[in-house]
């Protein structure tokens, strides 16, 4: 059984309240879990202690035990400087969409361009002769 350490949302329709739970990683989100290690409320601002409760000692042992953070979990256990969150980079998002597309299409169109690289294993197309032109 892979445990995982993960948020279970409680709060009604467009007021979020998470609570912070290990369970197993195959039920639902909002489903069974195994134990209660906290609560967080996006709501509140960041400067505020009730933001984000709960026991990180249960948290290190359920860890110890094999229990693997999700990637908001990891967040927190990295603020409170349990563990380090691997950067992550991805320069593609940083562009805006439109943009990307226009790449995308550009690139196609040089690879579909007169001129370009014949595909691997495919005959080269005879060039048509020049007309002779007479001498005057």
Known sequence: MSLVIRMARAGTKKRPFYHIVVADSRSPRDGRFIERLGYFNPLLPKEKTERLKW????AKAWMA??????DRVLRFLDAAGILKRPKRNNPE???PRKERKAKEEAAKAAAGAPGAAPAAGAAPAAAPAAPATPAS
């Open 55 to 58: 026991d990180i000692e249960k």
């Open 65 to 70: 035990k094999g229990a693997q953070p999700s």
């Open 93 to 95: 998002r940083a562009i």
